[in-house]
C-alpha cells in the first residue's frame, strides 16, 4: 500500500528533491516503479490513452487550477517503456508546484534534451523515479557491464532499453559509453564521465567510422565484443596504456536504429 503525504510533496520544488521524498516515504517501492499508483495517490483522477488521432502526442496532462486533480493521456501506440516514461513525465508536470496547471500537450521533441526547464524537469523527474540509482546500483554491481545487463536492467524496470542505458551508465564503476545510431549516423553519445576519460570523435550528426561494420544480425540481436581502432572512435588518439585496448559491442534495432556499448578494457576481461 502505497502512502504519500502530500503537505511533504508540496515543500519540494526540484525533481529531485521531489523524488528523494517519495521514496523517503514509501521505502519499499522496488522494481518496476508502480508509477500509475503512485499518481492515482497524489491527485490523479485518471490515466487513459489519448482519444482520436493524436500520433504526434506523446502525452497530455489537464489539471484544475490549484492542481487537486488531473488526468494524464499517454499514447497506446508507444512501447510499455514510453508509454511509463510519459505518465512519470506528466506526473512532474503536475507535481512541480512551478509548473502551470490547466491543460498540456508533450511532443516527442518535449522528451529529448532541450532548452525548455519545465520539460527538462519532468523528463529529471521521470528519470529519476522509474529509474532511481538506489535501485539499479545493486543490480550493477559486480556485473560484467554490456548490452546484456542493460537488457535485464530494462525489463526488470520496464523501461525502454535507451532510458535504462543513460540511467544504468554512470553508475557503472567500469570505462564505458554508448552511441546511438540510426543508418550509420549518430543521434548522440553518452558516456561514463568518471571512469571513461576519453572524448569521443563521434557525436551528434556525425558518420559512424569507416572502419565499423554493422553486423549481420536479426533485429534486437546483439553482437560479441570486438576490438575497435581507438584513433576511429576517441579524440586525440590517446594512447591508452599497455593492454588496454578500446571494445565495441552493438544491439542491432529496427528500422536502421542501433546502439554501440563502448568499452575500454583488457583483452583478458572479456575471456
Known sequence: ?????????????????????????????????????IAQRVGI???????????NIEGMLCSEPAKDCGVIFFNKSRPIGRQRFTIGHELGHF????????????????????????E???????????????????EINDQAFNI?????????FQMSFEATAIAAIPLSSEPVAIVFT?????????????????????????DLPESYEVPDLKAN??????????????????????????YGQTLVQEKGYSAILLKINSLSSFA
Request: hydrophobic share 35%; glycine share 4%.
Open 221 to 246: 540481436a546483439v553482437s560479441e565484443f570486438i576490438e575497435f581502432c581507438e584513433n576511429d572512435w576517441l579524440e586525440g588518439a590517446p594512447k591508452l596504456g599497455p593492454e588496454l585496448e578500446i
Open 120 to 138: 527538462s524537469e519532468a523528463n529529471e523527474f521521470a528519470q529519476k523515479l522509474l529509474l532511481p540509482s538506489h535501485l539499479l546500483t545493486p
Open 1 to 37: 500500500m502505497i502512502s504519500l503525504d502530500l503537505m511533504e510533496l508540496a515543500d519540494c520544488f526540484a525533481p529531485e528533491e521531489l523524488v528523494n521524498c517519495i521514496f523517503q516515504q514509501c521505502p519499499q517501492l522496488k522494481a518496476p516503479i508502480p508509477v500509475e499508483q
Open 45 to 55: 483522477c485518471e490515466i487513459q490513452p489519448l482519444p482520436g488521432d493524436s500520433e
Open 95 to 118: 507535481l512541480l508546484p512551478t509548473h502551470a496547471s490547466g491543460e498540456r500537450k508533450c511532443t516527442a521533441s518535449d522528451f529529448k534534451k532541450n532548452s525548455n526547464t519545465e
Open 182 to 206: 540510426k543508418n550509420r549516423k549518430v543521434k548522440y553519445a553518452w558516456r561514463n564521465l568518471k571512469h571513461f576519460k576519453y572524448k569521443l570523435k563521434v557525436f551528434k550528426g556525425s
Open 148 to 156: 546484456e545487463l542493460i537488457n535485464k536492467l530494462s525489463v526488470l
